[in-house]
């Protein structure tokens, strides 16, 4: 992945308990890199875990939940944000 175009974030899984630090893409939608968050916990730490379509992606710090067709670059995630999928 182009660094140029990513953002390194660490994630919160609350349903398997785990936090993750992972690049994403600026380019995609919340929903996109929502469905490939929960992809990527799927297929490397709990193979047991369900993908929520209606999952939300919420700012640790603040509480903002983000927009699922919004683009990541016009949000507020940026390096080093901690988020947290419900």
Known sequence: M????????????????????VYIPTTKTVAYVTFMLQKAIQETVAASYKINPNALLVNQRTGE????????????????????LY
């Open 65 to 84: 939940e983000y927009d699922p067709n919004k683009l990541i670059i016009d949000t507020t995630i940026r390096n080093s944000t901690k988020l947290v």
């Open 2 to 21: 182009n660094k140029d175009y990513s953002v390194l974030i660490s994630v919160t899984f609350t349903d398997v308990e785990r936090t993750l630090d």
